[in-house]
């Protein structure tokens, strides 16, 4: 068979050039594409967090935009998130290599009736990184869930996620069975997830709405030192 001479050869990009490539393929779903960019930038003394979110995060935002105005269908967004799966599995390990003294625990997990996870995940990996332990429960969370995962891991933080604005009510079905059973104030909760926003956190009762990843981290960090100037100041 003929050789295409139109084959682009990753390594040989500049890195604008590479990351532009990378976020066509990310469009395309090319997830072995996806993954030796971010080994080649890696490779190139790249930090895995500008991988992530000047690469597979700008690419996915793209990728977003289309989906939301019909150009892109589920098919092909099911193989885009694929690809930043892939490019996200290389990244997980370095994020969480900080060596960071353990900050707390927290037990992570998109709500019942909505499968969207790549931003949970993204969470999930951003905390680690940070020095947390993460426990995911993965997607479709019913109460239940959560409420046993917390208890059982003595969590510090419950960390939920949506991306519906059909499924984002149910943080709130959440929050009110904790403050039925007494628990309310036992776990920090943060609420995260794009259709979400601040007074939106602040009227189910959570305490705080996160931005994004890098958000959910210092807020975390920021609840967590809270916690523990409290137990000081009781003891
Ligand atoms: Co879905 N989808 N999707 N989808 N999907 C959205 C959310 C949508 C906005 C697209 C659109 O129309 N523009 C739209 C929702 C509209 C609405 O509710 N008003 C939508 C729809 C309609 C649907 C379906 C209903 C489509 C259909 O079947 N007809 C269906 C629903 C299935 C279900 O859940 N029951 C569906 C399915 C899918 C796929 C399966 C194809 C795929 C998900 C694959 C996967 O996750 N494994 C998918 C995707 C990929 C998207 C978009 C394109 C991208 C989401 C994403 O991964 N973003 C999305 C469009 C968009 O959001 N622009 C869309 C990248 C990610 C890094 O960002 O998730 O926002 P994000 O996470 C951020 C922050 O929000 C925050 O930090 C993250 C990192 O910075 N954050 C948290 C998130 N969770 C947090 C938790 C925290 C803290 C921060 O806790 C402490």
Redesign the pocket.
Known sequence: MAEDDDEIILSELSDEDLVQQMMDDLYDGLRDEIEEGVNILLGRGWAPYDVLTRA??AG??I???????GI?F??E??L???A??GGMAILKPLLAETGAPRMGK?V?G?VK???????????SM??EGAGFEVIDLG??NAVEKYLEAIAREEAD????????????PYMKVVIDTMKEQGIRDDYIV???????NEEFGRAIGAD?????????VE??KDFIQRKHNQLAASQ
């Open positions: 597979l995060v996915m935002t990728v977003g935009h289309d989906f939301r105005d892109l589920v098919p967004v099911l885009a998130a694929n930043m799966k927290m992570i998109t009736g909505d499968i969207h996870d790549i931003g949970k995940n993204l969470v951003m905390m997607i479709n933080i419950l960390g939920m996620s949506a991306l519906l604005t059909t499924t984002m943060l609420v995260g997830g794009a259709p979400l705080a709405y996160c931005r994004d990843a890098a958000v959910a807020t975390a």
